[in-house]
């Protein structure tokens, strides 16, 4: 299914109502018993993560019903669920609080990402800023889009001008790494003019879809921080590919994202990134 306009509406109130009720009011706010790991001492889920996610969930089970739900919670509580995305006609895919390790730490770098896909293809994307209370969204085919709290919108476009890594500015995935393979894509992208790992796609993806930085390398290929973001990407005219040669699907789980505000910038980024861990 392909969301219509007011089904799209609903989707994007829900997410901020969510973002009011259940994520906000504990920014700055947890006890030290509301935070626990998931895979590492660094992978972090909160109270809020949980209820932001089940809040979202039903409501999009009375926006889109019949649909599959999958959030990052879900998952990491039963991996098996991501093995439904495939099959479904309809699949919401929901990462509540990207960004967590920022949430917890007080640092305002976090968002609300959400994915609507079509027999496993991604045909709406939302990323919200809980913070400021504004969202990037895109619909497959229809364009990228801006929409700013004081209900003003305006097309967003990758920059397409930068094509050389002395000149580009991006975000590349350090903290994921150990030992030696963390200094080696550290050193790998010393030639670039500036480069952050700032652990949040949401935030990636909007400034790299808008313009303001020209490349970004992941570390993994997890659904939740990628399909909304790819297709904000390419509805704002940007380049991406899995492992710099082959095309995302957000049913592909291995692999490397590397994507680029131009195809030639993210050739280059692409044939450095292949060398690496």
Sequence with gaps: MIPNPRQI??????VRDTARTE???????????????KAGPTDLVT??????????????????PGATVIGEEAVAEAPGLLSGMADAETCVIIDPIDGTGNYVAG???????LAVLDKGETVFGLLY???MDDWMYALRGKGAWFHRQDG????????????????????VTVEDYDGEDKETVRRAFDGALHVRDIRCSCHEYRLLASGSVDFLRSYSLAPWDHAA???????AGGWAAVDGTR????????????????GALGRVVAALSARLP
């Design 47 to 64: 109270v809020a993560d949980r209820a932001a996610e089940d809040a979202i969930r039903r409501g999009v089970l009375g926006i889109l």
């Design 229 to 235: 973001g790819l297709l904000l990407l390419g509805e």
């Design 129 to 131: 800023d809980p913070v």
């Design 152 to 171: 003003s919108e305006h097309p967003v476009r990758a920059r397409s001008e930068v094509c050389q890594l002395s000149a580009a500015k991006g975000f």
């Design 107 to 113: 640092l305002a770098v976090f968002g609300t990402i």
């Design 9 to 14: 509406e609903e989707l994007i109130e829900l």
């Design 23 to 37: 994520i906000m009011p504990r920014f700055r706010n947890l006890h030290s018993a509301e935070i626990s790991t």
């Design 247 to 262: 095309p995302y699907s957000p049913c592909r789980h291995d692999g490397r994202i590397v994507a680029a505000g131009s």
